[in-house]
């Protein structure tokens, strides 16, 4: 089929070429130098946390907190990580859908942060964006035909005879025929409404398309198909796509690269074959041992993250990753078993935070415990015992220097010397990753990623050797 | 492997806790009776898992609200078969008795778990009331038992925790509260529609360990309904294989899993993201007012035959494996089911290596092949 397709020019003037030209016309018009269509540097996006009836700051939600990377033309690039880290604001905020805070975005070599609101108009017909709910993304009381056509409208296209062809042009591309142009949302599937949202994105022949979780609502079944679709007219169309998923599957299907966040910084970046096949940072291995394969004799994850995202409000010091991170480096002078280190260190940041209840825990010894009518004839001893028991920590621990410094600490708490405990604990067990923050570094593998075990060199932990590396 | 899976089964070879028998729940609407499910058979061990997995609108999750009656009726109704749970046939009791049956000896936990809880009351107030409502006890008692039930399902200082409201939770901590609530009343049944669905996979990891976990604890049958085969092979013990409203095959996850016989579970396989095809499953379910002759899924089956599109749905045969059983027409005692190896089926015998060999090689190809179709076009 002749792909003909509407082009809009700097001036806003339609007109229909040749797709294929028109594709080799942006590369040549573009890409000489191997430029980066999209570079993003130092993004920050902050939401203010107000107070009081002047709305004084008191805080920031650093929900993206210096980011950079570059989308190269026809490539795609992944943006993954767990709810919460920060991703979709990245999307929305690098086109401006929210102001961001700081840094700049360069699209073909301009700052778009500079951009008045006309030329922000002209950029985002080069830059189209789907989001997750195909559902919610269509006026139920528009016809498909009338949706996809819209945005042509929008940008002066007038002549609907035209709007029309380029419509049928359009669902055919994305396996749909040219009479569902007629037909209203509810009466197509969650596949084929992406489908549309696909075409409708199209409509503006755009250099990239931004998609944030494009398949998440979808079946197992038809997310593939969207993906594979994804890529032929990204081949097609000669189109940079940058596309944000919580999914790892997904990426790995789709990415020639893809950056791993969390809590609103990039830890790992790269070839998405070498982050896979050879992931670099903590948290992309534990991200990757969380996956379920599909193979029930591969069962019981080697790595398992103990929490929750913590809030981007009040980030962990050093790096980020520190509260949680299995491969957490140990303190010196002392000998621990890995995951021993990790549930200590568990219990030192509750006991930061200010998070630790020891009364909660009377309290539960009074429930287990018939004899006892009153927490205060809870023992010592007993709840010393239980309070090791919540963080899985042995007794004794297998260094008799490090049993002691423990187990004095547990003594302050329970008498009540928390502050004591507090601070004999962070001089004894100071580790480097709540101090430090790392860089993004090269590895010896490929990708970058910003881990102190990588800026120190230090030996892999067993943990790392026991990540699946399929 | 396999002494562990022989120890699995001979565990279940005592009564089952739940039978399903050719079970049909229908809804009635404008444009005619719309048959969810229709006509299937299952049965749950005590402390055994069973998957139930399919695409959306297979009638997985209508399976699962039949068991209890939980669906709205009218329009829904169960038009015929027979639950038996416990040597009593749920789908011939009434509403009140249902009542008593359901949080009490058999729960739920669903997949959104923010709209599961209310907003209004506290973590605390919820469990209490969901311990009450089943068990005679004192509100300190009752106190005291959820502030067990929270430890248990690993929420830490959970004395603490019973004041909070939901939103001062994260997802996975109120889809442990909810599990707690599940609990309350020690279940003989637990039913799980897609749990972790809404969650990231970190945490899915966490609450699928818990599960598993709990349930030695507390000798539970779990049926787990998702569409995640990657959770499937995680958790389950036997796996039901969902349909339009039928079931296409059946037997324990490493029978399904190491040698997928149904041409919709080979599929299902294929089409995990980044496990093999990249083209999905073509077509669409039958529709399920009016659904075809013969198997529900021939229309969109690579080897439908002209046997498959008449009849009804075929009738179960033995696969490999004990218990591993198969609806499809192929395997029907004058047919020859190593058809299915032949035409393109060979993924199921070297799976584990095409997987991984698809996956790597196909997105570092393609990558490659845009990069110099893109320099070719430049010069």
Redesign the interface.
Same mark, same amino acid.
């Not at chain 2, 994260?170 to 901590?173: E, N, Q, T």
């Not at chain 2, 089409?271 to 496990?275: E, F, K, M, N």
């Not at chain 2, 095809?277 to 073509?282: D, M, T």
């Given at each position: 089929m002749a792909g003909r397709m509407r082009v809009g020019n700097r001036s806003g003037q339609p007109e229909v070429v040749d797709v294929s030209n028109r594709a080799a016309d942006r590369r040549r018009g573009s890409s000489e130098s191997d430029e980066p269509l999209l570079s993003v540097q130092n993004l920050k996006k902050h939401y203010p946390i107000t107070e009081g009836i002047l709305s004084k700051e008191v805080g920031r939600v650093r929900a993206v907190d210096g980011i950079d990377f570059d989308v190269y033309p026809g490539e795609t690039v992944g943006i993954v990580g767990e709810s919460g880290c920060g991703k979709s604001t990245a999307a929305s905020s690098l086109i401006r859908l929210e102001e961001p805070t700081e840094g700049t975005v360069q699209f073909d070599g301009e700052d778009i942060t500079e951009y008045d609101s006309e030329e922000m108009k002209a950029f985002r017909r080069r830059v189209q964006m789907i989001f997750q709910d195909p559902e919610s993304s269509f006026d139920p009381r528009m016809s498909i035909g009338d949706a996809i056509a819209e945005p042509l409208t929008v940008q002066g296209l007038t002549d609907k005879g035209r709007r029309n062809e380029i419509v049928a042009d359009l669902l055919e591309r994305v396996g749909l025929s040219a009479s569902d142009a007629d037909r209203y949302p509810h009466e197509l599937s969650g596949g084929q409404k992406q489908r549309v949202g696909l075409a409708r994105a199209l409509s503006m022949n755009p250099d990239m398309i931004i998609a944030d979780e494009p398949v998440s609502a979808l079946d197992v079944s038809i997310q593939s198909e969207i993906l594979s679709l994804m890529n032929d007219l990204q081949a097609n169309f000669g189109l940079s796509i940058l596309i944000i998923s919580h999914n790892l599957a997904v990426i790995r299907q789709i990415c020639d690269r893809v950056a791993v966040m969390y809590l609103g910084e990039i830890v790992e970046l790269g070839r998405t074959d070498e982050v896979f096949a050879n992931p670099q940072h903590p948290y992309t291995r534990a991200l990757l041992a969380s996956i379920p394969t599909a193979d029930p004799n591969d069962r019981g994850m080697g790595v398992e993250l103990t929490g929750d995202v913590p809030s981007p409000s009040n980030p962990p010091s050093g790096c980020r990753f520190h509260t949680r991170c299995p491969e957490v480096i140990q303190p010196e002078g002392y000998e621990f078993d890995q995951q021993t280190w990790r549930r200590v260190m568990d219990f030192r940041q509750k006991l930061d935070d200010g998070a630790l209840n020891v009364e909660a825990i009377r309290e539960m010894l009074l429930t287990e415990v018939d004899e006892y009518e009153t927490t205060e004839e809870v023992t010592t001893a007993e709840t010393k015992v239980r309070l090791r028991d919540e963080f899985d920590i042995p007794k004794p621990l297998s260094d008799p220097q490090a049993e002691a410094v423990l187990e004095s600490a547990i003594e302050n708490i329970v008498t009540g010397n928390e502050d004591e405990a507090r601070d004999s604990l962070a001089t004894a067990f100071a580790t480097p990753c709540e101090t430090q923050s790392p860089v993004l570094e090269q590895t010896a593998s490929g990708q970058t990623a910003s881990c102190l075990r990588i800026e120190n060199e230090l030996p892999p932990t067993d943990l790392e050797q026991t990540v699946r590396s399929d | 492997?396999n002494t562990t899976t022989k120890a699995r089964t001979d565990s279940r070879r005592g009564d089952p806790l739940l039978t399903v028998d050719n079970l049909r729940t229908v809804f009635d609407t404008d444009d005619g009776q719309v048959q969810a499910v229709d006509g299937i058979d299952f049965t749950v061990h005590p402390g055994e898992t069973v998957c139930i997995v399919g695409?959306?609108g297979s009638g997985k999750t209508v399976t699962s609200e039949s068991i209890t009656q939980l669906f709205k009726s009218p329009p829904g109704s169960i038009a015929d078969g027979s639950v038996v749970f416990d040597g009593d046939d749920l789908a011939a009791r009434s509403e009140e008795e249902l009542t008593d049956i359901r949080g009490a000896r058999i729960s739920h936990i669903f997949q959104n778990p923010q709209g599961a809880l209310n907003p209004v009351y506290t973590v605390g107030w919820q469990l209490i009331e969901a311990i009450q409502l089943h068990q005679d006890v004192e509100k300190d008692d009752a106190r005291?038992?959820a502030?067990?039930l929270l430890?248990r399902v690993g929420i830490?200082? @959970?004395?603490?925790r019973l004041d909070d409201y939901p939103h001062e939770l994260?997802?996975?901590?109120k889809q442990r509260v909810m599990i707690a609530m599940a609990l309350a009343c020690q279940p003989d049944l637990l039913i799980a529609d897609e749990p972790t669905t809404a969650l990231?996979?970190? *945490?899915?990891?966490?609450i699928?360990?818990l599960l598993r976990d709990l349930q030695e604890e507390f000798e539970m049958g779990i049926i787990f309904i998702t =569409?995640?085969?990657?959770?499937? @092979?995680?958790i389950?013990d036997r796996v039901v294989v969902m349909y339009a409203g039928k079931v296409m095959e059946r037997g324990s996850?490493?029978d399904v899993?190491?040698s997928p016989s149904h041409p919709y579970t080979k @599929? %299902?396989?294929e089409?995990?993201?980044? =496990?093999g095809? %990249?083209?999905? *499953?073509?077509g669409?379910l039958p529709d399920p007012i009016d659904p075809p002759e013969g198997c529900r899924f021939a229309d969109r089956c690579p080897y439908a035959i002209e046997e498959c599109r008449t009849g009804a749905q075929p009738a179960f045969e033995s696969a490999a494996g004990d218990g591993h059983e198969v609806s499809c027409v192929h395997y029907q005692t004058a047919d020859d089911p190593s058809v299915l190896e032949r035409v393109g089926g060979d993924t199921a015998s070297e799976s584990?290596t095409q997987? #991984?060999g698809r #996956?790597?090689g196909?997105?570092?190809e393609?990558?490659k092949?845009?990069?110099t #179709?893109?320099g070719g076009?430049?010069e």
């Open positions: - | 492997m695409e959306s005291e038992e502030v067990d430890s830490p200082e @959970a004395s603490a994260s997802g996975g901590m990231d996979v970190t *945490i899915q990891a966490q699928l360990r =569409h995640d085969l990657g959770v499937v @092979a995680e389950a996850v490493y899993f190491d @599929a %299902l396989l089409c995990l993201p980044g =496990h095809s %990249l083209g999905g *499953i073509p669409s584990g997987r #991984t #996956t790597d196909g997105t570092d393609s990558g092949q845009e990069r #179709t893109g076009r430049r």
